[in-house]
């Protein structure tokens, strides 16, 4: 079975600094997809960034960007210039043939 | 376009009863999700479906029942509540390959008290 970990429940940020959210995961499969949602207060699941497995190349979206190291099944989060609307929970998942998520993030933006 | 939708998005059962939670969604996906939210531990998948008419089993699929009729439609069914049921519940769809961008309902807060 997939797990992912989450080891930070809550993390703070100045406002316009960067923060890392940490997510580790284990799989056997080979193939495999790895994304971080953001969840506000409204509830809504909103996809932060997106990973393919097989692609080695970090994945960026604008002040988004990862941090993927395949063989430590390692896949961190990276926020650059944190906005107040940033804060949120972050939860990391890993998809293969069904989604696991990790217990998620909280993250505050301190103005 | 309306994306997913779920009704209800609330409810309070009392424990034996029974409900369905239906989601719907306008984006012509072949596979669609349900997912349970618990405090404290991310969201679970409960069951899920590749295409009209085949369902398949989640993490947690004990104590529910889904049904996919229709492509647009995904219904969850709780047939007798209990209180271990009382959680956010959330619909998601996608399109056929695995890897794509599940979108997401706006959840249903059920009780069972």
């Known amino acids: 079975a997939q797990t992912v970990t989450q080891s930070q429940p809550e993390m703070s940020v100045q406002e316009a600094e960067t923060v890392t959210l940490s997510c580790t995961y284990d799989?056997?499969?080979?193939?495999?997809?790895l994304f971080w949602y953001k969840q506000p207060p409204s509830r809504q699941m909103i996809l932060v960034i997106r990973q393919e497995a097989y692609k080695q190349q970090n994945a960026t979206e604008n002040r988004f960007s990862v941090n993927f190291q395949k063989a430590a099944k390692s896949f961190s989060l990276k926020i650059s210039d944190s906005q107040l609307g940033d804060a949120a929970m972050y939860f990391c998942?890993?998809?293969?043939?069904?989604?696991?998520f990790g217990a998620g993030t909280r993250l505050t933006v301190k103005p | 376009n309306a994306g997913v939708t779920q009704t209800p998005k609330f409810r309070v059962l009392k424990t034996g009863q029974s409900m369905t939670l239906l989601c719907a969604q306008d984006?012509?996906?072949?596979?669609m999700y349900w997912y349970r939210q618990d405090p404290g531990m991310g969201l679970r998948l409960i069951h899920y479906?590749?295409?009209?008419?085949?369902?398949a089993k989640g993490e947690v699929p004990d104590g529910y029942n889904v049904s996919r009729l229709k492509k647009q439609n995904f219904l969850l069914g709780l047939e007798s509540a209990a209180p271990s049921q009382t959680s956010v519940y959330f619909c998601?769809?996608?399109?056929?390959?695995?890897?794509?961008?599940?979108?997401f309902g706006p959840g249903t807060r059920l009780t069972v008290t």
């Open positions: 799989t056997s499969e080979s193939d495999y997809y």
């Open positions: 998942a890993i998809l293969n043939n069904d989604m696991r």
């Open positions: 479906s590749v295409g009209e008419g085949t369902t």
């Open positions: 998601a769809s996608s399109f056929r390959d695995v890897g794509y961008e599940q979108y």
């Open positions: 984006m012509n996906h072949e596979y």
